[in-house]
């Protein structure tokens, strides 16, 4: 399902994954809170009504077929968390920022609201995966640690990796200094394709999706579906179905967070 077509709260990525592997993005659309947060919120550290943010949750984790959803403390680093039964849950979520599992029921779960989510699956559908990449974490490689850390799950772990990218900050919003180019350019000069000069001197407009492809071509990575960096995946232009960090966070004072998951069913 293409992004254009997707529900009021959200869609299932289109990508040739197994029958056994169940994804879901969401929008900001279909929950229960209050601006500056309307209405699907699932983030509870932006300020909005905890009781709000389990409700919005409780009708997130109900497009998951019966899966759990697993949320991270996500700080714009690299590790990556293997998820077993009984392990994190939304009271004492762990700190990381990627996570992987080969056990049915449990859903990587990453929220956003301008970074990009990468969900992962090799192709027997054993392992799943998902990460939270910012410009941050992407430059310090937290795909290359959760494409590394699904393959050693897997019972093939030469087998072929799949990756569906969400939306995120477009390449038309994204503006950012020098230093950030500089930290992708550094380790792979290819990446110069992926900055154009902004209007402003020494800044640069950025294509995350472009660089999220190329980390992930570096691994291997070639089957890469869903962000193409066109303008229906930009977080920031269309604000009637994605939260912005950069777009609210200073002209409303707080933003939401959506979220995708992937999982292996039952």
């Known amino acids: 399902m293409d992004v254009t077509a997707a529900d009021d709260d959200g869609w299932t990525p289109d990508w040739p994954v197994p029958a056994s592997v169940g ?3 969401s929008t900001r659309r279909g929950g229960t809170s209050p601006p500056p947060w309307d209405s699907l919120n699932l983030g509870d550290h932006v300020g909005d009504d905890p009781a709000r943010v389990a409700a919005n949750r409780a009708r997130f984790a109900q497009r998951l077929e019966g899966a759990r959803p697993v949320y991270l403390q996500q700080v714009h680093g690299v590790r990556c968390l293997g998820l077993e039964p009984g392990g994190s849950d939304a009271d004492a ?3 990381a920022d990627a996570s992987v599992t080969r056990h049915p029921g449990l859903a990587c779960t990453v929220m ?5 989510p990468v969900l992962l699956c090799n192709r027997r559908g054993d392992a799943v995966g998902a990460a ?6 992407l ?6 640690r959760a494409v590394q850390s699904l393959q050693a799950l897997a019972d093939d772990p030469a087998g072929e990796v799949l990756a569906w990218l969400g939306p995120c900050i477009g390449p038309g919003a ?9 930290a992708f350019v550094s380790a ?3 990446a110069r394709s992926a900055f154009r000069p902004a209007d402003r001197a020494g800044h640069w407009l950025a294509d995350l999706p472009a660089l999220a492809r190329r980390r992930l071509a570096s691994m291997g990575v070639g089957s890469v579906h869903g962000n193409d960096g066109s303008a229906a ?10 939260f912005s960090h950069r777009r609210d966070a200073v002209r409303l004072g707080a933003s939401g967070r959506f979220a995708a998951a992937v999982w292996r069913r039952r």
């Open 23 to 25: 994804a879901w993005c």
């Open 139 to 144: 430059a310090a490689g937290v795909v290359e």
């Open 112 to 116: 956003v609201a301008d970074c990009l």
């Open 132 to 137: 939270h990449a910012g410009w941050r974490g």
């Open 188 to 190: 792979d000069a290819g």
């Open 174 to 182: 994204f503006e950012v200094g020098d230093e950030v180019r500089q």
């Open 233 to 242: 995946w930009c977080t920031v232009t269309q604000s009637a179905r994605f």
């Open 93 to 95: 979520p762990e700190v």
